[in-house]
């Protein structure tokens, strides 16, 4: 039967991407934490110089944390799935009978009769090596990370850090007090809070005007808390 004549079906789902990870972890915090140091420092200071250079400071500091933390989850998933590759690798030299049992259940518990459970197993049990990657993919449920991930992580976390956090900070270089400084902080890191949370929750695939708000939010009570203790405090 010919299927020219029948409605084209455009399915859309969301492909995850690394990068879309790595951006949003290192812009979110990048966007809310220097902009609630600034907030707060701005009611404990009179200089804008003193809120630059710790920005800056917190910066730098932010983002090598950051960037760290992320090369260090990468590192982690890929020593992880290193160690599962040999342990596979040991099953399926050592204990043959029960992975054949394990890879038979597999294709049972998809719908194969019995004996198209054996014939597939058989087939896959010819080649170790496609045997492995067979089962940590359909035992495991674990992809083969990239290898430089841990490094493409760090890069990409660590520099979408630094582009959000010098939004809140940019507005202290041109004006002449702390107080103008904190109007325009305000006004322009909530308008790129909502912007980034808008299209994050648009990529997502949930509410984008209320991930948009949520996000703006949660950045408007971080950097509200940090101005009260320190006024409290100053």
């Not at 054996?118 to 990370?145: C, H, S």
Request: hydrophobic letters at 45%.
């Amino acid at each position: 039967m010919s299927t020219d004549n029948l409605p084209k079906h455009i399915e859309h789902h969301l492909k995850s991407s690394n990068l879309l990870t790595d951006v949003v972890i290192g812009m979110s915090d990048g966007l809310t934490v220097p902009f609630a140091l600034a907030a707060g420092l701005s009611s404990a200071v009179s200089s804008n110089s003193i809120i630059v250079i710790a920005g800056i400071a917190e910066i730098c500091a932010g983002s090598i944390a950051m960037g760290l933390g992320g090369y260090l989850a990468g590192k982690t998933e890929q020593d992880h799935y290193e160690s599962e590759v040999k342990r596979e690798m040991y099953e399926v030299e050592n204990l043959r009978d029960r992975e054949i049992a394990e890879t038979k259940e597999f294709f049972a518990n998809i719908g194969l009769s019995e004996d198209l459970q054996n014939k597939a197993t058989e087939e896959i049990a010819k080649d170790e090596k496609q045997w492995v990657d067979f089962m940590m993919k359909y035992e495991l449920g674990l992809d083969k990370p990239d290898p430089a991930r841990a490094r493409k992580s760090a890069l990409n976390i660590g520099v979408s850090y630094i582009i959000g956090g010098l939004v809140p900070l940019s507005p202290y270089f041109f004006v002449a007090t702390p107080g103008e400084g904190l109007k325009l902080s305000v006004i322009v890191t909530l308008l790129c809070l909502f912007i980034f949370g808008f299209f994050k929750s648009k990529i997502t695939g949930v509410n984008k005007w209320w991930g948009a708000i949520r996000v703006m939010l949660i950045g408007a009570v971080a950097a509200a808390a940090a101005f009260g203790v320190a006024k409290l405090f100053s």
